[in-house]
């Protein structure tokens, strides 16, 4: 409540400041998506569209620290500011962050993640033009600082949260827009995905076997299961991606599969400026809910996907995939929301994402591979 109190007693002071602002250079939007990346991945379409109705517009992104490779070489982004969550607790965090988006004169924002220091931060700025998306999942505060913001875009179930952003530059003048996503590797990161898979016999399975959400982690023996299922029944060699902490469990799947050269571990080895390039080797990306399957969406990978817990109508891949989800069979499926995000199952059992099986997922991958190339009936 102390951030309501203090927004109401500074609007007429904003208001009036930001009235004469206006007078600012328009040819300026600043995007707000601190979220995760896969979210991020689900933006990207929201900076080309701008670029693309007015390119010599400034186009800037407030983003997570986690988040920043996966924009950096985005040819649509102009300039990428980081929000340090941690620095940002407290008012006096927000009023600083406010005062040096102040300084970089923007006359528009676009909050895609509408939350309290999102809204907070482009109001204390006094960006004349504030444009916000207004959750189907939004607590009493959050509501009333969205009425803060000089336009919103209301986000209506079952409307993908995709669409929501994209709708959302109506209010720019944009009216027609597509919905493919992007991203871009680094430069040269192509040569280093031929080396580091140079010698392993494709074509390619990619596993994602990591997470940054537990509620979300389908688990190590199902994944190890699974790779054993590849390797007996199919004629593909299985590359294993995620981050450093999954390089332990890389090593045992490879153990397990007891198969030389039929495995790679990858875990860690590459950055996530340099990723694309590698998932681009893959016929297919077996994966939870999570940033690796929207990055191989975006680049044309088919996907199967152990949806779990996950509000698939929120978000989801819009290329070639198999989603694999209990809907019906427990009440609480789906829990995960773009905007209402857990981070444990409040019930503690997760057998949305248990009674998936690795049988469930071969027969997934089984409806998009072709059947020349090895696999058993």
């Given at each position: 409540?102390?951030?309501?109190?203090?927004a109401?007693?500074?609007?007429?002071?904003?208001?009036?400041?930001?009235?004469?602002?206006?007078?600012?250079d328009?040819?300026?939007?600043l995007?707000?998506?601190?979220?995760?990346?896969?979210d991020?991945?689900c933006?990207t379409?929201?900076f080309?569209?701008?670029?693309?109705?007015?390119?010599?517009?400034?186009?800037g992104?407030?983003?997570?620290?986690?988040?920043e490779?996966?924009v950096?070489?985005?040819?649509?982004?102009?300039?990428?500011?980081?929000f340090d969550?941690?620095?940002?607790?407290g008012?006096?965090?927000?009023?600083?962050?406010?005062?040096?988006?102040y300084?970089?004169?923007?006359?528009?924002?676009l909050?895609l993640?509408?939350?309290t220091?999102?809204?907070?931060c482009a109001?204390?700025a006094?960006?004349?033009v504030?444009?916000?998306?207004?959750p189907?999942?939004?607590?009493?505060?959050q509501?009333?600082?969205?009425?803060?913001?000089?336009?919103?875009?209301?986000h209506?179930?079952?409307r993908?949260?995709?669409?929501t952003?994209?709708?959302?530059?109506?209010?720019?003048?944009?009216?027609?827009?597509?919905?493919?996503?992007?991203?871009?590797?680094?430069p040269?990161?192509?040569?280093?995905?031929?080396?580091?898979?140079?010698?392993?016999?494709g074509?390619?399975?990619?596993?994602?076997?990591?997470?940054g959400?537990?509620?979300?982690?389908?688990?190590?023996?199902n994944?190890?299961?699974?790779a054993?299922?590849?390797?007996?029944?199919?004629?593909?060699?299985?590359?294993?991606?995620?981050?450093?902490?999954d390089?332990?469990?890389?090593?045992?799947?490879?153990?397990?599969?007891?198969s030389?050269?039929?495995v790679?571990?990858?875990c860690?080895k590459?950055?996530l400026?340099?990723i694309?390039?590698?998932i681009?080797?893959?016929?297919?990306?077996?994966?939870?809910d999570?940033?690796?399957?929207?990055?191989?969406?975006?680049?044309?990978?088919?996907?199967?996907?152990?949806?779990?817990p996950?509000?698939?109508?929120d978000?989801?891949?819009?290329?070639?995939?198999?989603?694999?989800?209990?809907?019906?069979?427990?009440?609480?499926?789906?829990?995960s929301h773009?905007f209402?995000t857990p981070y444990?199952?409040?019930y503690?059992?997760?057998?949305c994402?248990?009674?998936?099986?690795?049988?469930?997922?071969?027969?997934g991958?089984r409806?998009?591979?072709?059947?020349?190339?090895?696999i058993?009936?």
């Amino acid at each position: 409540m102390i951030y309501l109190f203090l927004a109401y007693i500074s609007y007429p002071f904003v208001f009036f400041v930001s009235r004469f602002l206006a007078k600012r250079d328009k040819g300026s939007v600043l995007v707000f998506q601190t979220a995760k990346i896969g979210d991020m991945i689900c933006t990207t379409p929201v900076f080309r569209e701008l670029k693309k109705a007015y390119p010599n517009a400034r186009i800037g992104v407030v983003i997570d620290a986690v988040t920043e490779p996966v924009v950096r070489h985005n040819p649509y982004i102009d300039e990428i500011i980081i929000f340090d969550r941690a620095a940002g607790c407290g008012v006096m965090a927000k009023v600083r962050f406010a005062r040096e988006l102040y300084r970089k004169g923007y006359s528009s924002a676009l909050i895609l993640m509408p939350n309290t220091a999102n809204i907070l931060c482009a109001f204390w700025a006094m960006i004349p033009v504030r444009v916000a998306v207004f959750p189907d999942y939004a607590g009493a505060t959050q509501r009333r600082l969205l009425k803060l913001n000089t336009h919103i875009e209301y986000h209506i179930h079952p409307r993908m949260s995709m669409e929501t952003y994209l709708r959302s530059l109506r209010h720019f003048g944009i009216d027609k827009w597509e919905m493919d996503k992007e991203v871009y590797a680094e430069p040269g990161a192509d040569e280093k995905a031929r080396i580091i898979l140079k010698g392993a016999k494709g074509p390619f399975i990619g596993l994602a076997i990591g997470t940054g959400n537990a509620l979300k982690d389908w688990g190590k023996d199902n994944f190890l299961t699974l790779a054993g299922k590849i390797i007996d029944q199919t004629g593909y060699t299985v590359v294993l991606l995620g981050a450093d902490k999954d390089a332990t469990t890389g090593e045992e799947i490879i153990g397990y599969a007891k198969s030389e050269g039929r495995v790679v571990n990858l875990c860690g080895k590459l950055t996530l400026t340099e990723i694309p390039a590698l998932i681009k080797m893959m016929d297919l990306l077996v994966g939870v809910d999570t940033g690796l399957v929207y990055m191989a969406d975006a680049l044309g990978v088919p996907v199967v996907v152990v949806a779990g817990p996950c509000d698939m109508s929120d978000q989801r891949p819009t290329g070639s995939a198999v989603i694999l989800q209990l809907n019906g069979v427990w009440g609480c499926v789906p829990c995960s929301h773009t905007f209402k995000t857990p981070y444990d199952c409040r019930y503690g059992h997760k057998r949305c994402l248990i009674e998936i099986t690795p049988d469930d997922v071969f027969k997934g991958l089984r409806k998009i591979l072709p059947a020349d190339n090895g696999i058993k009936a």
